[in-house]
Nanobody
Framework: QVQLVESGGGLVQAGGSLRLSCAAS????????MGWFRQAPGKEREFVVA????????RYADSVKGRFTISRDNAKNTVYLQMSSLKPEDTSVYYC????????????????WGQGTQVTVSS
């Protein structure tokens, strides 16, 4: 099992920045990739970005390209999401997830999920 704990959410004005962190523990050696997803009220959970844990290559949703950057610190088993130029439509609960299935994999194959952290962008 892998446990994930997110932190760093909060309230920010449009155009501002936030950095989310996700610390993994447990069987971290089994992780192939980690990602961030988000879910706004009344909407389905959507993919934001994912990173290959060993190679560091990343894939981004079109909606966040050029504004969000994912990175990881393998020594700390932590992945970060730097969010810049935030928009009100970025308001969501952000979830960290990990998969041991391979890279890349569809969202349905992410096995482990954090509890989520709220990001609210005011206009």
């Amino acid at each position: 099992q892998v446990q994930l704990v997110e932190s760093g959410g909060g309230l920010v004005q449009a155009g501002g920045s936030l950095r989310l962190s996700c610390a993994a523990s447990g069987r971290t050696f089994s992780i192939f990739a980690m990602g961030w997803f988000r879910q706004a009220p009344g909407k389905e959970r959507e993919f934001v970005v994912a990173i290959n844990w060993s190679e560091g290559s990343a894939r981004y949703a079109d909606s966040v390209k050029g504004r969000f950057t994912i990175s990881r610190d393998n020594a700390k088993n932590t992945v970060y999401l730097q969010m810049s130029s935030l928009k009100p439509e970025d308001t969501s609960v952000y979830y960290c997830a990990a998969t041991s299935r391979g890279w890349p994999v569809p969202p349905a194959l992410y096995d482990y999920w954090g509890q989520g952290t709220q990001v609210t962008v005011s206009s």
